[in-house]
């Protein structure tokens, strides 16, 4: 059974940094891609950053590009997120995720599995 647990989430000030991670375990030999998406109080689950398990790629959402950087481990299979410059709108609850094959890594209805998410406070 395929399991993804986030951590690191807690409350910090505007301009502060915060490093999530995601453990996992069960995650098929075909894995493509890990990813990490956010959902804000009111609004719709939203892409954040993804990369591939080749390390050949990362891509990010416009809104955190330069501010955020995607890591992966290697044997474990874990991904972290580094979050740096954090603004009150970076608010939400973090979600990582994994895609099995090659695919869009974007949209929340292409990823095969994910966490139960970890929430992020920034204040003001």
């Known amino acids: 059974q395929v399991q993804l647990v986030e951590s690191g989430g807690g409350l910090v000030q505007a301009g502060g940094s915060l490093r999530l991670s995601c453990a996992t375990s069960?995650?098929?030999?075909?894995?493509?891609?890990m990813g990490w998406f956010r959902q804000a109080p009111g609004k719709e689950r939203e892409f954040v950053a993804a990369?591939?398990?080749?390390?050949?790629?990362?891509k990010y959402s416009d809104s955190v590009k330069g501010r955020f950087t995607i890591w992966r481990g290697n044997a474990q299979r874990t991904t972290s997120l580094e979050m740096h410059s954090l603004k009150p709108e970076d608010t939400a609850v973090y979600f990582c995720?994994?895609?099995?094959?090659?695919?869009?890594?974007?949209?929340?209805?292409?990823?095969?599995?994910w966490g139960k998410g970890t929430l992020v406070t920034v204040s003001s």
């Open positions: 990369i591939d398990w080749r390390s050949t790629w990362t």
């Open positions: 069960g995650l098929p030999s075909s894995l493509y891609a």
């Open positions: 995720a994994a895609k099995e094959n090659f695919g869009e890594v974007q949209r929340t209805d292409a990823m095969d599995y």
